[in-house]
Nanobody, 122 residues
Framework: QVQLVESGGGLVQAGDSLRLSCAASGRTFSTYAGAWFRQAPGKEREIVAYITSTGRFTYYADSVKGRFTISRDNAKSTVYLQMNSLKSEDTAVYFC???????????????WGQGTQVTVSS
């Protein structure tokens, strides 16, 4: 079992930055890929980014490419999402997820955090 706890969400203005953190506990997190998903009201949960267990490979949704950066510190069992140049359309609940092999499908992930709200005002 892996327990995930997100933090760092909040209310910001368009153009601002935020850094989300996902702290993991339980089984050895360094063996799991980490991902960030988001879900806006009335929309399906969508992939934002993922990072492989070693951090060697990353993936970004087209909508965030060039603005968001995913990283991890396995010594701290934490995955980060640095979000720059935020837009109103980035407003959503952001969820951290983990599984053994990274994928872009939310339904593939067994381990989830509770989510953190990000609201970007224009």
């Amino acid at each position: 079992q892996v327990q995930l706890v997100e933090s760092g969400g909040g209310l910001v203005q368009a153009g601002d930055s935020l850094r989300l953190s996902c702290a993991a506990s339980g089984r050895t997190f360094s063996t799991y890929a980490g991902a960030w998903f988001r879900q806006a009201p009335g929309k399906e949960r969508e992939i934002v980014a993922y990072i492989t267990s070693t951090g060697r490979f990353t993936y970004y949704a087209d909508s965030v490419k060039g603005r968001f950066t995913i990283s991890r510190d396995n010594a701290k069992s934490t995955v980060y999402l640095q979000m720059n140049s935020l837009k109103s359309e980035d407003t959503a609940v952001y969820f951290c997820a983990a599984r053994n092999i990274a994928t872009v499908k939310a339904s593939d992930y067994a381990y989830w955090g509770q989510g953190t709200q990000v609201t970007v005002s224009s």
